[in-house]
Structures are given as structure tokens and as C-alpha cells.
């Protein structure tokens, strides 16, 4: 759940880099360009994003998205102390076929200013450990070691609102809003070491959490999305406040 999320993220700072390159003096290859006043410029902002699709394998420097295969997360503090007791953290997180995403729709409105896409992610897989202690429904849990997961047919509703702010007498965009809502698809995790090894009740809690997946990752997601959106937000803001509004939007 945690890789999916990462990878909303990913995507919403190449649309954001995207519209911070579309007008610059000179376009890199990757850049298809539109027109401020093309009627169809949801459809051709949409091209261009895919057209960069294959750049995002090994990451693009030039609008600060790192290499998306593998997607390399870290160590992360996924869940404390959720609504049912339970801690959940992500250590060394991998992840595979992230670049692999598809725009099901985008659309610009407020005059530029907010933006609304939805994503799907046809399938991922991921690799790292775990450090997992509380419940799941009413089954204890505890334990730490590795995992691999595999999820698919992943969406994500993404709005982002963007404003107008004045720096040194020039106008710039900054992020003000975002909010990422998430739903859930079909998959499976394999938590290995729980319980110091002991394979029948490891295999107990991982079929419970397989056959109830929707139920768990959902139990995720809240915590996981007011976190990413405040990270989101730095990336996205850090992006455009190297290009002016008249840059990003030239009048001719």
C-alpha cells in the first residue's frame, strides 16, 4: 500500500515539473510542448506525460524525479498505534513496475490553477522487511523479517490547486492544496520470520491478511495519505519556484 502511494507522488511532481518545462527557452527531447491557448491541451499535456514514461525508468534530473525502477523507499513508519493498536514499518523498501502507470483521466480547470487526475497502476511488486506488532481483526500479530508483496489494478484521485504569489516583484506558482484518495485493488503479502519463525502461525496471519486484504490496506491508507501529502506538497513547491508565472505561461 505504501509503495503505491509513493508512486502517486512520483507521478505528481512530473506533472508538476512537466508544466514547469512546457514553455522553458529550450526543451529537452523527452518534452513535448503545449500551447497555453491549445483547446486541447488536457489531451496533449496527457501525451507529453507519456511520452516522458519511458525516462522514468532510470529518473529524470532535470524535474528532480528519481529512477522508478527500482523505487527505492527507505524506512518508513507506515502505522502507529492505528485505530486497531497495530504498527506496521517498512525497512529497505523496493519497488517494481511503478514506471509502468496509466493516466485514466486529467483535467485543468480554475483557469490553469487546479488540476485533477486519476492513475491506475496495472500491477506492482515489492521487496524489503517488516516490523509489525498488534492486530489484524481480532488476530494478534508480531514479528520482523522479509517481505514481498504483489498488487494490482491500483487507482489513485489526485487534486492539486496551485496560486499566485509575488516574490521580488515577480509572480510565481506555488502549491497551495493537495489531497491524494486512494483505492484499493487486488493483491497479496508475504510477511516472513513472524512469530521467531514459527511457520504455522505465520502462515495463519498472512493467509488472514491475504484473504482480507481490501480490510487491511484500507486500514492504511488514512494515515498514509496525510503524510505523503505533506511531502508531496515540499517537492512540488520546491519544483516550481525556479520558474516565474510568465515563464510557465508566456502571454504569447
Do not use: W
Amino acid at each position: 500500500m505504501k509503495f503505491f502511494i509513493l508512486t502517486i507522488i512520483i507521478v505528481g511532481v512530473v506533472f508538476a515539473g512537466y508544466v514547469d518545462l512546457i514553455h522553458a527557452a529550450t526543451l529537452p527531447d523527452y518534452v513535448i510542448p503545449c500551447k497555453r491557448n491549445d483547446p486541447n491541451i488536457e489531451k496533449c499535456i496527457v501525451n507529453a506525460v507519456n511520452h516522458i514514461k519511458p525516462h522514468l525508468k532510470n529518473g529524470i534530473k532535470d524535474l528532480n524525479v528519481p529512477a522508478m525502477e527500482p523505487l527505492s523507499l527507505g524506512t518508513l513508519n507506515i502505522l502507529e498505534s492505528g485505530s486497531s493498536g497495530i504498527n506496521v514499518k517498512a525497512i529497505d523498501l523496493n519497488i517494481y513496475g511503478a514506471s509502468n502507470f496509466e493516466i485514466r483521466k486529467f483535467k485543468i480547470s480554475d483557469d490553469g490553477l487546479r488540476y485533477d487526475f486519476e492513475l491506475n497502476l496495472p500491477h506492482l511488486e515489492g521487496e524489503g522487511h517488516y516490523d509489525i506488532s498488534g492486530k489484524i481483526l481480532t488476530l494478534p500479530i508480531k514479528g520482523r523479517g522479509p517481505f514481498t508483496g504483489n498488487f494490482d489494478n491500483f487507482y489513485a484521485f489526485v487534486k492539486l490547486i496551485v496560486e499566485k504569489t509575488v516574490i521580488d516583484g515577480e509572480e510565481y506558482l506555488r502549491v497551495k492544496d493537495l489531497q491524494v484518495k486512494v483505492r484499493t485493488g487486488k493483491g497479496n503479502i508475504n510477511l516472513q520470520n513472524l512469530f521467531n519463525g514459527d511457520k504455522t502461525l505465520g502462515d495463519v496471519v498472512n493467509d488472514t491478511i491475504n484473504q482480507n486484504f481490501e480490510l487491511f490496506t484500507n486500514e492504511l491508507i488514512g494515515p498514509i495519505e496525510r503524510a505523503l501529502d505533506k511531502k508531496f506538497l515540499a517537492i512540488a513547491r520546491k519544483i516550481m519556484e525556479n520558474f516565474t508565472y510568465n515563464e510557465l505561461f508566456p502571454t504569447n
